[in-house]
């Protein structure tokens, strides 16, 4: 039947009302093991992608996540829709854990959850017209019945991502770059979902085009009552599309925090150094402001730090502590600081009091051999990088 | 028309002679049994010396095949590069492929954009920077070994004398990028052209690049083109800016007046489409209609005219001419009031 | 083109934006017709290349020979117009004469009668070897590439046995195991050489195409197992797969008249076959060099043929040579 009711709201064919919880992600692990062997492949290690996650997305909101590469939150993103299977976890979809779903099961229910690329050359099959690409998850789902019916949603599912229906008869790679996206933004929507994961929606594309399926993105929000998922690395773009967002660092989440807040009042060093090398256009502010230099780069993922992820890189670290136990997310009683406002940093009070000073982080001595052979990980080589450039 | 904005123009870097002086520059690529592509269609520019010179475009304006016309590392075949790159006092696109191939590296360096694809895989990072000290400065490998390891160090590679060994792939994104440098900077080059060097890095290692750049500028005195799409890194970094648009520059000034007064439709435009972290939350984005491929050529029309919103009737049937001069200038009918 | 001022850069209302925004889509893509398909593009620009044109010539016209031989030979191949008393047992090879203008072979046979009628027997050795070779691949390719698991293991393993065989060595034995050599004989021991390489081919491209994005949205879909697997993957995996077995057509007919050379193919000399009448033309070659010349270059002569069309296509459907 939801053939015939073209673009309707979201939330008009379904339970809940904006504003409740959607996806209720707790404990989510993906770690993809290491192999070695030349006949018989042995798991020799893990790398710990996503290494413990809870989160909540509301229905209607945007969440960001934010974060370098590496950092997991683009198999965080699949994870959540059980596209990469979690190792550990579970992920309640209205009420559903994804995260159990097998089979034909999972695959009833994915017509509530969608996914849009990075890519949208690579992730639209390039024998297929814009059409069958549309028809197929409609017809995946039995939603194909009425042939009319059908015609009519194809032509609405265009014009909603500001395409002329002759487009359907033509093929992805006879598209721009920009309108390739709305392709894929309108296969998603071909399905009639609750959520939208958007994995790095617009950094493929071109500066002016960028806007251009930004704004499409907050328009059918609007229109439809959808809920995204926003995963991106760029964080001014993140923080103009999403309500909440989410700072990851090696396989967790480091502050979590309502979109504006997160600028105003940063609480976790990485958040605070994260912010300070956006580059903004405009001089005036990149001559005043202060940098937080980060020294080195990511440690492995398939051999993270003991303690907190990021004290081998923290301006802010504190002897012991930092080093021997993991931070939680957790509430802290700062100034401009919201309950929803969670941040996994043992200090994060003293930080934002300026009770701790920021220190230079000396580049680790690193031993002749820890460079002379791969390690037994087989991971590639992290080096840790030169103090901060004064 | 409109005036060039020399008024608010103070420019101390500018009283030495151009290092680098490109003028008229065109690139055409002619594909067998395709139409001809002017990539370049036209371009103008002076670095001097300790300047830092930005182009800044979107994909296909034409900044990246500029650096390669001008360093001679454009294909020959079905290409042809017109105008001229005087580098003091000799055309670079006059020169011999192997008059060239000596300027390159000792006086012209070259930064790219992915470390890991300019590095040669099977070699370790001390020799392919002493590489170039022995083949411009004639030194022994002995000789240039030690001064491989000070430079390592000066780009701020950690443990430097360990890292002469290391191959590449035992290099994460930034310190590649950090041994680029070093290399490019081995020859103490006076001009040093760079590609897009942060694009493919990470947001808190592209700060460390461009802050060592800025250094290396300031010390070293070397002339740098920077080449990117992003107007953040322009604003930070270059005291003069040129917005290229279709193969054109569109618009020049240095970075003050640009940014806080961009005058062309298609500047104006970038710098709205793009979401600021420091912006009030909750503003639209206003991004500029359409894509490149609606592009008029520069032939008849102005190029952007399409896709802008200043657009008269005038815009589509000449070609509007450069008002300026080689610091401040604008190729427009109708350029924006001051705003934003 | 016409210019668009009227488009505003102030934030309007969404049902105003939208509108705009299918005019001007729609005003630039009104003058374009209907869809270009990959193929479509890949045909585009083979039409233009010369390489692939010769290829098609060739392969074309000695199909066309092929086909229209019975009736085009001017004699029965299996015929001794030749042979008579006449012949003085010096030469026993007749050369070229009136209405035998390539001469005849030992036995008095019209040779160009037996090139045009063999050029049956050796097209469809090298079609049907391929054909068989290329199904085989297709069935183990898809199982190991599309299911993956322990079933890949052992579809690999079985490959790679297979495959550190010489191809040659591997189809004369098979060959040579036949109680009764036939063009079959020849036929299924070319092909079986074949299914491992087709095999392992497909199984790469399609083990690539699971990992591509495209398969990832078609599974975020709800897309049926199934139908990834023979809308998506298959079709996107077997581009290099038809290379190759157009390359292959010239291999299989070179690896055929090697087999039929040696005497492991039909034995019957009544219907002639380039590689055996090659072999056969071996204790002449001092005499009557024309006897392996002939069919030696109509074997090479459509290798070529083969060959330079499965390559031009490799090129056209190289990604990277697409605008």
Known sequence: ?390 | MSTPMSTHAVHPVHSSEPLLSVRDLRVTFGRRGEQPFKAVDGISFDVRPGQTVGLVGESGCGKSVTSLAIMGLLPTRGNTVEGSAVFDGEDLLRLSPGQMRDRRGREIAMIFQDPLSSLNPVVQIGRQVTEVMERHQGLSRKEAMPKAAELLERVGIPDPKARLVNYPHQLSGGMRQRALIAMALACKPRLLIADEPTTALDVTIQAQILALLKELVVETGTALVMITHDLGVVAGLCDEVNVLYGGRIVERGDRHTLFSRPRHPYTVGLLNSIPRLDAPRGEALSPIPGSVADNLPWDSACAFAPRCPNALDVCVQQTPEWEGDDVVGLRCFNPMGVSR | MTPTPELPPERTTYAERRSQRIDALASASAAEEGGVSLIKSAWRRLRRNPVFLVGLAITVAFIALALVAPWLAPWDPAARPLLDDVRPQSNPVPGPEAGHPLGADDKGRDLLSRLLVGSQQTLLVGVLATFFGLLGGLVLGTLAGAVGGWIDSLVMRIVDVMLSIPSLLLAFTLAALATRPSQWTLIIAIATVQVPIFARLLRGSMLAQRASDHVLAARSLGVKQRAIVFRHMLPNALGPVIVQATLVLAVAIIDAAALSFLGLGNPDDRRPEWGQMLGKAQPFLGEAPHLAFYPAACIIVVALGFTLMGESLREALDPKTRR
């Open chain 1, 1 to 390: 039947m939801s053939g015939s009711t073209g673009l309707d709201p979201a939330h008009d064919t379904r339970t809940g009302a904006p504003g409740e919880v959607l996806v209720e992600v707790s404990g989510l692990e993906v770690h993809f093991p290491i192999k070695r062997g030349v006949v018989f492949d042995r798991t020799v290690g893990h790398v710990r992608a996503v290494d413990g996650v809870d989160l909540t997305i509301r229905r209607g909101e945007t969440y960001g996540l934010v974060g370098e590469s590496g950092c997991g939150k683009s198999t965080l993103g699949k994870a959540i829709l059980n596209l990469e299977p979690p190792t550990a976890g579970s992920v309640l979809f209205d009420g559903v854990d994804i995260a159990s779903l097998k089979g034909e099961a999972l695959r009833r229910e994915r017509k509530r959850f969608q996914m849009v690329f990075q890519d949208p050359m690579s992730s639209l099959d390039p024998r297929q017209t814009v059409e069958a690409l549309l028809l197929e998850g409609m017809r995946a789902h039995g939603l194909d019945t009425d042939a009319s019916a059908t015609h009519t949603r194809l032509r609405e599912l265009m014009s909603a991502v500001g395409l002329p229906p002759s487009g359907l008869k033509k093929y992805p790679h006879e598209f721009s770059g920009g309108q390739r996206q709305r392709i894929g933004i309108a296969r998603a929507l071909s399905v009639g979902p609750d959520l939208i994961v958007a994995d790095e929606p617009v950094s493929a594309l071109d500066v002016s085009i960028q806007a251009q399926v930004i704004n499409l993105l907050q328009d059918l929000q609007e229109e439809l009552g959808l809920t995204y998922l926003v995963v991106a690395h760029d964080l001014a773009v993140v923080r103009h599309i999403s309500d909440r967002i989410g700072v990851m660092y090696l396989g967790g989440l480091v502050e979590e925090s309502e979109a504006g807040e997160l600028y105003d009042v940063p609480l976790h060093p990485y958040t605070r150094a994260l912010m300070s090398a956006v580059p903004v256009p405009d001089p005036e502010v990149e001559d005043s402001r202060e940098q937080i230099l980060l020294t080195g780069d990511l440690p492995s993922p398939a051999n993270p730090p003991t303690g907190c992820r990021f004290h081998t890189r923290c301006p802010w670290r504190q002897e012991t502590l930092c080093d021997t136990e993991r931070p939680q997310l957790r509430v802290v009683d700062v100034a401009g600081s919201s309950p929803g406002h969670r941040v996994a940093c043992h200090w994060a009070e003293e930080i934002a009091r300026g009770e701790i000073e920021r220190h230079e982080v000396a580049p680790e001595t690193t031993d002749e051999s820890s460079w002379g052979a791969p390690r037994d990980d087989g991971s590639p080589f992290l080096a840790p990088d030169g103090p901060p450039v004064p």
